[in-house]
């Protein structure tokens, strides 16, 4: 029978649950189990639905114990970055975790830098700063958040809450702590500096765990719940990003990555962090790589605005879906752009009226079709993309010949055009998975 591995990949549009069977020298990845992820807003807050995640998790996981034709190895989860949530010295969880796109940071940033200045943060850190980082989070839970400043006992990144939920066991993923702007870019642990400066308590975090640490196994009420055995779970490289970067097998130094789906990241494996001035000038953070190197990288807010166009063209009762989008936009060849980094693509209520009006106000011209909307988008991605091509060659000093692009975006194939087209570059098309696989490779130990 074939070996496998469970690997959950929860991104900001989907979760899925990936079983990585073994095939001679080679994995396959097979899709068992796909859930939405829908992020709900309460009373003005934005939480991610933790509890509707965790049971999808289990549903998957009912449907692995099923199956005879795998021998089920271990398995690993990954999420998206900076989010988590605290528990209470009993162990249970006080919050749900908030969204990184919900707005309760913008109130405590003066305040933080009033402690500890942006620049001091990122020669300290190498994390780039933006309202979602986790020291903000932590920031104004501790200090706003009347429940969590009494009771919050721990800190849970996202993926180690769920391990926690699956085998109640606390640690915290290096390369998941690595997007909190809390860990000192040297020594990859948490700053000494930075929780004295904050008053952040040290016992508020848990022991951090290196990608490929056995945490546990299934507790026995998930195995019970689940008919699965007393399965080993693996703290992989549990940031999606750091696991989409070991799945997009990159061999050569001055290759970059391009992680395309909700957001798109572009960037570099080096082996030590860029701090300067230029470095922090151009928007790039220094995050952990699954290998215990650095990902030098830029945070792009990337196919978020085309799944919020398409969201507002279905509230309106048009049922279209990407490649329809797409499709439009292939016939649209006008060159306005929207700027993909401006604040007000984060979280508008009405995406498309955003883009329409960012186009007027910029070019004076109000677009109408659908696909000219795309395009703008389209237009925006590419500009950015080159843009952060040429500072990476400035800041390593040798050109780049290839982009390896990965992720739910490589289902685009217009979008793997206007990568080709605006940057110039060889465009390799990987994986749609990587994250997914990358989790696989590192329960492996082939990473
Ligand atoms: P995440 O992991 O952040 O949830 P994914 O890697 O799944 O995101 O990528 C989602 C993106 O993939 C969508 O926003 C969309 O741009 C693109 N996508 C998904 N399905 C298709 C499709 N059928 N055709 C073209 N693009 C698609
Ligand atoms: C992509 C991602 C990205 C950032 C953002 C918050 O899913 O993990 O690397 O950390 O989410």
């Given at each position: 029978m074939n070996k496998a591995y469970i690997a959950f990949d929860l991104g900001a549009s989907s979760g899925r649950l990936?079983?990585?069977?073994?095939?001679?020298?080679?994995?396959?990845?097979?899709?068992?189990?796909?859930?939405?992820?829908?992020?709900?807003?309460?009373?003005?807050?934005?939480?991610?639905?933790i509890p509707r995640l965790f049971h999808e998790m289990k549903q998957g996981l009912k449907k692995v114990a099923r199956r005879t034709d795998v021998?089920?190895?271990?398995?690993?989860?990954?999420?998206?970055?900076?989010?988590?949530?605290?528990?209470?010295?009993?162990?249970?969880?006080?919050?749900?975790?908030?969204?990184?796109?919900?707005?309760?940071?913008?109130?405590?940033?003066?305040?933080?830098?009033?402690?500890?200045?942006?620049?001091?943060?990122?020669?300290?850190?190498g994390i780039q700063k933006a309202n979602f980082n986790t020291i903000y989070q932590m920031y104004y839970d501790k200090k706003y958040n009347k429940v969590i400043k009494e009771h919050g006992y721990k800190w849970l990144f996202m993926p180690d809450l769920l391990g926690y939920f699956f085998t109640?066991?606390?640690?915290?993923?290096?390369?998941?702590?690595?997007?909190?702007?809390?860990?000192?870019?040297?020594?990859?642990?948490?700053?000494?500096?930075?929780?004295?400066?904050?008053?952040?308590?040290?016992?508020?975090?848990?022991?951090?765990?290196?990608?490929?640490?056995?945490?546990?196994?299934?507790s026995q009420a998930i195995q019970e719940e689940t008919g699965l055995g007393g399965l080993p779970v693996i703290a992989v490289a549990s940031h999606d990003t750091a696991s989409a970067v070991a799945g997009a097998k990159i061999e050569k130094e001055n290759e970059l990555y391009l992680v395309c789906g909700t957001w798109c990241l572009m960037g570099l494996e080096v082996g030590t962090p860029y701090?300067?001035?230029?470095?922090?000038?151009?928007?790039?953070?220094?995050?952990?790589?699954?290998?215990?190197k650095i990902r030098l990288l830029k945070n792009i807010n990337g196919l978020w605005i085309l799944q919020q166009l398409k969201k507002c063209l279905?509230?309106?009762?048009?049922?279209?879906?990407?490649?329809?989008?797409?499709?439009?936009?292939?016939?649209?060849?006008?060159?306005?752009?929207i700027d993909i980094a401006d604040e007000r693509f984060m979280a508008p209520i009405n995406m498309e009226q955003e883009i329409i009006k960012a186009c007027e106000e910029v070019y004076g011209v109000k677009l109408t079709r659908i696909g000219d909307i795309a395009?703008?988008?389209?237009?925006?991605?590419?500009?950015?993309?080159?843009?952060?091509?040429?500072?990476f060659e400035a800041l390593i000093g040798e050109p780049i010949t290839t982009i390896h692009m990965v992720g739910g975006g490589t289902k685009d194939q217009h979008l793997c055009q206007v990568v080709s087209e605006m940057t110039g570059k060889t465009v390799i098309k990987g994986t749609t998975e990587a994250s997914a696989?990358?989790?696989?490779?590192?329960?492996?130990?082939s990473c």
């Open positions: 990936m079983l990585g069977i073994e095939k001679g020298e080679t994995v396959e990845l097979e899709e068992v189990h796909r859930f939405p992820n829908d992020p709900v807003t309460i009373g003005g807050t934005m939480y991610w639905d021998d089920i190895q271990s398995m690993g989860i990954d999420t998206w970055g900076v989010d988590g949530a605290w528990i209470d010295e009993d162990g249970q969880m006080i919050n749900l975790p908030i969204h990184y796109r919900d707005g309760r940071t913008g109130k405590v940033i003066e305040e933080v830098e009033g402690l500890i200045d942006e620049e001091m943060l990122y020669t300290l850190t109640g066991n606390l640690y915290n993923e290096a390369t998941v702590a690595s997007t909190s702007g809390l860990l000192d870019a040297h020594t990859r642990t948490y700053s000494e500096e930075i929780f004295n400066k904050l008053g952040f308590k040290r016992e508020w975090m848990n022991e951090l765990v290196m990608p490929g640490t056995k945490i546990g196994t299934l701090l300067t001035k230029e470095a922090q000038e151009a928007g790039f953070t220094n995050e952990g790589s699954a290998k215990g279905n509230d309106r009762g048009l049922p279209v879906d990407f490649p329809d989008i797409i499709a439009e936009a292939k016939e649209s060849n006008h060159t306005y752009a395009t703008a988008v389209y237009n925006g991605l590419g500009k950015l993309y080159k843009e952060t091509v040429i500072q696989m990358g989790n696989v490779l590192l329960q492996q130990g």
